[in-house]
């Protein structure tokens, strides 16, 4: 069992960081990965690095994503790089999670542009930064075997105000963020700010099975792993836990 406690919020990079951080699989292995997945849309190179995090003794494991400048890019183009990104690490059963995890953002971004595939144009979705989010998590799953663990998590913290994005400002949580909560349990708060964005929701709603609230969840984890984003809140970086907790039976 898996669960997932995105109280702080949860972007794609802090869920990726959390499951790298579980030390389940080499990280050495998994940074060239996910390297390799990002070349599809240019030169990528990513970094592993360790961040403090008040209150959580093992720290956090955080990604530098460094690219070369992209041009926005149209849905159905980020869908055949996503495709290609896919087969260049490999993924099987992970191709299909990731291009249904894509499939989510753009289905949002459609509907809230009221436009198609082929003409809603990515900004912050349609970078090298989220290519390696969700194929760097489609590489989890399918090395984890993640279908065939239960996996819960807590509601899905977004917090609250305003935040500027490439269509100006608007009311946090983003609108395509929104979009793809509508299915979910979320919160505001507890920090101004967009805490959630479009990658961590869209990861998320194709992960979690179940929601609860962390005081629901009675036992010690065997593992936690720690993500952190790049984001600060209050002067802490924004994280995420994942918890691996074995031989559980179902709640």
């Not at 995420?240 to 179902?250: A, E, F």
């Amino acid at each position: 069992m898996y669960y997932i406690d995105s109280s702080m919020g949860a972007a794609g990079d802090m869920l990726l960081g959390a499951f790298i951080d579980l030390d389940i699989l080499d990280r050495e292995k998994v940074r060239r990965i996910l390297e390799k997945a990002g070349n599809e849309m240019g030169p990528t190179t990513v970094e592993l690095v360790h961040h403090d995090i008040p209150g959580i003794e093992k720290g956090a494991t955080g990604l530098n994503i460094q690219h070369h400048d992209y041009s926005h890019v149209s849905g159905r183009k980020m869908q055949k790089f996503m495709n290609k990104g896919a087969d260049a690490i490999g993924l099987k059963r992970g191709k299909d999670w990731a291009l249904k995890t894509l499939n989510a953002i753009l289905i949002a971004e459609c509907e809230v542009h009221e436009s198609t595939m082929d003409e809603i144009h990515l900004h912050e979705t349609g970078s090298p930064d989220t290519l390696v989010d969700i194929l760097g998590m489609a590489y989890f799953y399918e090395k984890l075997k993640l279908h065939e663990h239960r996996i819960y998590g807590t509601p899905i913290s977004v917090g609250r105000g305003k935040v500027k994005i490439a269509h100006g400002i608007v009311d946090v949580p983003a609108p395509a963020t929104a979009e793809i909560l509508k299915t979910m349990d979320f919160e505001f708060g507890p920090h101004d700010g967009e805490m959630t964005t479009p990658t961590g929701a869209a990861i998320l709603s194709s992960l979690l099975q179940v929601q609860m609230q962390e005081s629901e969840v009675t036992h010690s984890p065997s593992t936690l792993g720690v993500g952190a984003g790049t984001k600060e809140f209050a002067g802490i970086k924004g994280y995420l836990k994942v918890h691996k907790i074995d031989d559980l039976d179902d709640y």
